[in-house]
């Protein structure tokens, strides 16, 4: 029954909005060009995506002591900000700023692109989300094993700690984070 009205709530929010987004990110905090390549993905592959209400995009070109975690309600347009480790050798010089990207297994890098959430599962840093890499920059995500994970060193200040290359978050919101995720959605990661 939840997946009829689930499927019925898509059909009504694309017949309701089709392609025109226009009332999503109503304070404008996503950068428009970020935004803008992350719905045109979301829309040219909506075969890929089965949680359409949520979408993650990741601008890692801020400091990592801002909120750069952008979560989209599909639905209602609105948006959430959060705070997100980026890879330890991301960021050699440890200033908050990621500059350098990787793909390679063991670069503790982060890796830009488009991710498609996958299954949950308990593991080192608790509940975590695995993610499967669906760009050339980021196709080894899953062997990698480049998932969505809370961590202690994610908390405000001047700067936060670094993953191994996970986009890891603040374990008093990591779970509703992955919850709104969950399920084959898309994360944009850009730089």
Do not use: W
Request: charged residues 20%.
């Amino acid at each position: 029954m939840i997946r009829v009205l689930y499927f019925l709530f898509l059909c009504l929010l694309n017949s309701a909005f089709g392609s025109d987004y226009s009332y999503l990110d109503p304070e404008h905090l996503i950068p428009a060009t970020q935004l803008k390549t992350a719905l045109n993905y979301f829309e040219s592959h909506q075969d890929l995506i089965k949680n359409k209400q949520y979408m993650g995009i990741i601008d890692f070109k801020l400091h990592n002591s801002k909120e750069r975690f952008y979560i989209i309600d599909m639905v209602s347009g609105k948006v959430e900000k959060y705070l997100v480790a980026h890879g330890k050798n991301s960021d050699t010089d440890f200033d908050g700023y990621a500059t350098k990207f990787s793909n390679i297994n063991d670069s503790k890098m982060s890796s830009l692109g488009f991710y498609l959430t996958a299954e949950t599962y308990n593991g080192d840093h608790g509940y975590s989300l695995r993610l499967d890499g669906l760009s050339s920059t980021n196709s080894n995500a899953r062997e990698r094993a480049i998932v969505l994970h809370g961590a202690q060193y994610v908390a405000p200040g001047d700067k936060i700690g670094r993953s191994f290359g996970c986009p890891a978050v603040e374990m008093r919101f990591h779970q509703l984070i992955i919850d709104e995720l969950k399920g084959r959605s898309l994360i944009f990661t850009s730089y």
